[in-house]
């Protein structure tokens, strides 16, 4: 398994595109438009690698929220969700923020809440689909 921080330069984009594409576009039937929202080139992202396939990311945005998290299904339940969200606290961490912040999708609450996440202020929905605020001191 290899873990990246990167950006979403010519290199690293595909594969980022790649995953998001079949876990919220194919799975989940998010349009495009609503999954690259154009906030991506300004976030750090992370890669996971597993046998040579890209099977992870999510994305992190300079105020601390984290999205996008994204594990393709043939990768699943193997932790690297997990991974993915704590490469990005600790460096939220690294950098100095005092929260991490993000919209989960409901059915998701629960892995958030393992990782040290709880929950704030009302449902919402995001492309049509129920999320929970939640977040998590760093300080």
């Given at each position: 398994?290899?873990?990246?921080?990167?950006?979403?330069?010519?290199?690293?984009?595909?594969?980022?595109?790649?995953?998001?594409?079949?876990?919220?576009?194919?799975?989940?039937?998010?349009?495009?438009?609503?999954?690259?929202?154009?906030?991506?080139?300004?976030?750090?992202?992370?890669?996971?690698?597993?046998?040579?396939?890209?099977?992870?990311?999510?994305?992190?945005?300079?105020d601390g929220h984290i999205g996008r998290i994204a594990v393709r299904k043939e990768f699943r339940a193997k932790g690297l969700g997990a991974?993915?969200?704590?490469?990005?606290?600790?460096?939220?961490?690294?950098?100095?923020?005092?929260?991490?912040?993000?919209?989960?999708?409901?059915?998701?609450?629960?892995?958030?809440?393992?990782?040290?996440?709880?929950?704030?202020?009302?449902?919402?929905?995001?492309?049509?689909?129920?999320?929970?605020?939640?977040?998590?001191?760093?300080?």
């Open positions: 398994m290899h873990i990246e921080l990167v950006s979403f330069d010519h290199e690293h984009q595909p594969a980022i595109r790649a995953v998001r594409n079949a876990v919220f576009i194919q799975e989940q039937h998010i349009s495009p438009e609503l999954e690259f929202d154009g906030l991506d080139e300004d976030a750090l992202h992370v890669l996971i690698k597993v046998d040579g396939e890209w099977a992870a990311t999510g994305r992190m945005l300079d991974r993915v969200v704590q490469a990005l606290v600790d460096e939220a961490a690294r950098r100095g923020q005092e929260r991490v912040y993000l919209g989960a999708q409901k059915y998701a609450t629960g892995f958030y809440r393992k990782l040290g996440f709880t929950p704030y202020g009302d449902e919402f929905l995001d492309a049509g689909i129920v999320h929970v605020h939640m977040e998590k001191a760093l300080q």
